[in-house]
Each structure stands twice: as C-alpha cells, then as structure tokens.
C-alpha cells in the first residue's frame, strides 16, 4: 500500500542559515497493516507522514501510495489524491472552527472522497464513533476527547485506504488518549485500512503490530557561505 | 457543502467584521447612487419642465432668474413687459402658444400665478396635455382660482373654498394680507410632476385690481394722484411657445430688439445652471463617494487578506483534506465578492431608499418629481465598476491563499 524507496529531502531550519536532510532507503506498508512511527522530535517522524500524504515531495526517490508514485502527479493530482486515498488525523484535531461536527466530517468529504450524500455518511462516521447525539455541536462546544473522534470520524468517512495519524493522542489525557487509540485500532481493523501512527507513547506504540523507529532519517547538512538553504 | 455556503458560514462566523466591511461598501455606493440618481431625474424633470417652453419674454435682467422665476417659481421676477407686448407676441405668426404671467401675491408661501385661460391649453411636446383637472373647472370670474395639485394637498383647500392672498412673492410673518379681495378655488389640477403643481393660477385682471387698488391707496396716503386708465397694464412674463424650435433665437434676439425687455431660452439657461452651479457640486460629491468606495475595496483587500492570515491552518486543513490550491483560492474569492455584492445591495437599497424618503421634501421644495426608483444608465457602469473593483480587491488573498504551501500552516494550534 505504501512504498517509500531512496527517498531524500532536503528542507531549511528556520532561520535558513542551515538545512537538515531526511534520508530513507527503504520503508514499506502492506495493506491493512497498522505501524507505529516513534522516535523522538525532530527525528523525522511527522516528514515521512507527510510524504506519504503528499504534502510533501521528495527531492530523490520513489513515494508510492495506493500503487501511484506521486512525483508523476501534478499539485492538483496530488491533492486529490491525497483527498480519496489518505484521511489525516492531526494531534490538535484540526477541526474548522465556524463548521458544526458533522459539516466538520461532510467537509472533508467534499474535498477528500467528492461523493454525494455528505451529510449522510458524515453522520454514519459520527455515529461510529460515539458521536451520533453531537451532530450539531460546534468544535468549542465539544470536548478536546469529542473533537478527536470527530477528527477520526472525518478521517474514515470517506472510505481512504489508509488512515495518517500524527500524535493523536498527544493533546489528551491518558484515559480519552487510549480511548481514542483504541477507536482509531479499531475502525482501521474493521475496515482493513492501513493505519500509519505517530506516537511518542511507548506504550501505544507497543500495542500496534509493528512499529518503525525514525531514529536517524533526519541529519543536518552544511551549507556553503552566501548560500542559502532550500526550503521544502 | 457548497463554497457559496462554506463562504458565508466564514462570513457569518467573524460577523462584526463583515457588517462593517459590508456598510463600509454600502455607504460609498449609497452616496454614489444617491448623486448619480438625483443627478439623473433632476435633469430629467428640470430639462422637462425647460422644453415645455421655447422662449420666456421678461423685464431686463439675469436670463436665468428669469427663467427661474417664470417657470420654476423660484426666484425673483426680473421686471415687467407692457401688456401689448403679450398681444403683439399672441399674434405672431410664428407663436404656436403664448401665456401671460402675473406674480405679486401668494398664498401659504404658493406664488398667485395671473394667467389667461389658454396657459392651461399647454401641450407637450408629444402633442400631450400638460394640465388636467382632477376636480373642477377653469376659472370663470375674475377672482375664481385653479390649484395645482401639491396646493391642494398641502393646504386643505377644495373647489368652493375661499381664502385671501398676501403680498409678495414668500411667506412672511406679518405680510400685507389683501382681504377686500377673497379668492374663491373652482378648480384643483392633477399632478403634473412640474413645478406648477405649486401654484395658484388666476386671472390676470384679478393681479391687477389688486395692486391698481393698493397702488391707488398708497397714493392716496402720499397725497398723489394716480388715474387707472393713465397706467399701462402689465404682465411679469410671457411663455411662448413657437411653432418650430429652430425659430427660437431669431425671436429672442426680436424681443430684445422690440420691447424693453429680454428673452430667454429656459432649456439653455437650466442646462447652463447645472453645468455651471449644480454641476461641479455633484462631481464634488461623486469625488468623495469615489474616495469612500476606494477605501471602502480596500477595506475588502485587508479583511479578507486578515482572514487568509487568520485561516492559515484552516486553509491548510483543507488542503490536507484533499482541497486543490484552486479550491481554497476560490473559497476566499467566494467570500470577496459576497462582500461586495452585499455591500453593492445594501447601497443601493440605501441610496434609493434615501432618495425615496428625500423625494417628498424635494418635490415639497422644488416641485421636481423625481423617480427614487429609477436607475439611471451611468449607475449601471458606476456599480459594475464598483463590483469589478471588489473582484481585484478579493483576488489579491486568494492568489496569496493559493501560492501557501499547507505544511507548515498545519502545526498552528488552535
């Protein structure tokens, strides 16, 4: 389902004085499979969930999601792709602030899936959530715990294939956060979806079938004087 | 859910902003409106009621106040022309249509108009009547009087009625009120949309008793002698209306030359006092409604380039969605020209409104009718350029929303 091969990036720090390179021979995904990305910050985690995504591009090599090397897709390819093929569940939730839960869900399925009847199956994803009574609170009126689900429900209405999760679970308290752990297991297990996972949890990380330790992907570069870094 | 429905869910969710931005616009096109409108139906009506008549013949002085006088009962007279000179003019052959005028007195503020029973065979220039009676009849004796619709209404007079003039031509506190003389009404016009619908029409002989009696009383009191028939009957002016307009500065240069008087053509004279006084007060007001339109796009400009700032992570939650860089540019577009046209709407409800609740007070005071409704052509292009500066204004963040790259938008916390 997902293949990174060769894959090199170059990207400048902030005050572009200096650049860091992500660096991976090798990485793959079957289908289904659920991997945990650890490592500590900095190390390259959240880069490598946004090659996958496409938000991202890789200055070197191949990064293959669902069959499709994405450096032969144009930007608006590669947004729609990313749309129909990856939903993304972010630590802060990330919910649109004016929009109600499940205009929050029919939303992302207007731009990710573009199929019809939004309302309908953003409302079947709440429900599977435990979110069926809070259709129409809006984000401030939900709990941070409700706002994740509602970010998962919106990761899987649109029947993506595989689910980026980047630290799902870092914003919440450890209760809701293995709540939402288990929810987020669970439905990527019933639909068969590939679930990629950032954590800084080890213990999280230990319950998924494998995890991959980013240790190392990222490594500073020097920069010749009056040049400046690349930015990404 | 669709962008137009996105876009005013965003509007509506920093609404103290968007009502300002949205008042902002409305107040610029408002004015621009208001002044384009008036503009339009001031001329319209002024440049009608002018070319009812081809020359206006009066005593020497300003063509304009003449004119002002004689067919917008506005100013002062500027003298008199001998009563011969109307019956001289009346039989020329070159004179479709002649009407004496005599002023002196009014009623209320309405100017006692003395006229001869042919100035109501007025016709257009479409061959139209101008006057008709809504109830009544013309004057038949001497002191009978015809009022003009706006009479009427503003003074509760009706046919039967009677009620005394007063000297002079405005209404002031403690005026000469004239009581041996009653004027009875026996006729009420209908609405003309001309500045006659202010007047009080009567006969000219009932002017003339009038003052030939005050005229005799003073002298009376000065200890001089004064005979009626030694006195040469007069009028304040004569509307004339010639058979064909290409005759009319022939006739005025006659007149000038024939009698003690002047002519003047009222459709230059109102064209030269809008171009001349009107005018540049319009373009003053056009200026500074232009001014308030370009802060009013500006405006625009900087909420929405707030909102792409301010919706950095939103923009780029949507693009992590699956948004195309298009999509999200047409999101902010979207919400630019629903400003604008808001604005634009809301100005021109206001603009209009305005003009329609200032119509009364403008017909009050000047007798124009005007059509607050009515769009006039150069609105038109003033609105869509208007809209068009309100599409550039909105296009500036959208193309700034489209250039972002989303991934380091995406780790702004809430």
Known sequence: ?232 | MSFLAMAWRYLRFRWLVTLLTVVGIALGVALVCAVLALRHESERALSREAGLYDLVAGGKGSPLQLVLASVYHLDSPTGNLPYADYERLRRDRRVLWAAPIGLGDNYAGYRIVGTEAQFFDLSDRGGHPVFQFSRGRIFEDRFEVVLGSHVATATGLDIGESFFGTHGLVDVPGGEVHRDFPYKVSGVLAPTGTAQDRAIFGTLASVWEIHETEDRLHSAIRGTALLADQREREVTAILIRLKTPGLRLWMADEIRKRSDGIAAIPINEILRFQRGVIGPVQRALLAVAAAVIAVACLTVLTTLHQAAERRRRDIAILRSLGAARGEVAALLFTEGLLLTGAGIALGLLLGHGGLAIAAGAIRDATGLLIHPWRMPDTEAVALGTMALCGAAASLFPAISCYRRTPIDDLHLTD
């Open chain 1, 1 to 232: 389902m997902i293949r990174l091969r060769d894959v090199s990036l170059r990207f400048g720090n902030a005050d572009r004085a200096s650049s860091v390179q992500f660096r991976l021979p090798d990485f793959e995904v079957a289908a289904g499979e659920a991997v945990a990305l650890t490592g500590s910050s900095g190390c390259g985690k959240s880069t490598l969930l946004n090659l996958v995504a496409g938000l991202r591009r890789a200055d070197e090599g191949e990064v293959s999601v669902a069959g499709i090397d994405l450096a032969t897709l144009s930007p608006a390819q590669l947004d729609r792709h990313r749309g129909a093929h990856c939903g993304m569940v972010f630590q802060t939730f990330h919910l649109l602030a004016p929009f109600t839960a499940i205009e929050n869900v029919a939303i992302g399925l207007r731009f990710g899936a573009r199929k019809r009847a939004h309302s309908e199956r953003a409302s079947e994803a709440l429900r599977r959530v435990g979110l069926g009574n809070r259709l129409r609170a809006r984000s401030d009126q939900l709990s941070v715990g409700e706002r994740q689900r509602v970010a998962i429900a919106r990761a899987i209405a649109g029947d993506a294939p595989v689910l980026l999760a980047d630290e799902p679970t870092g914003s919440l308290d450890p209760d809701t956060g293995r709540e939402v752990f288990a929810l987020l297991r669970e439905v990527a297990a019933e639909d068969g979806r590939t679930l990629l996972m950032v954590t800084h949890d080890p213990a999280l990380a230990a319950e998924l079938p494998r995890h991959f330790d980013c240790a190392g992907l990222v490594r500073p570069t020097t920069v010749a004087p009056g040049k400046e870094a690349p930015t990404a």
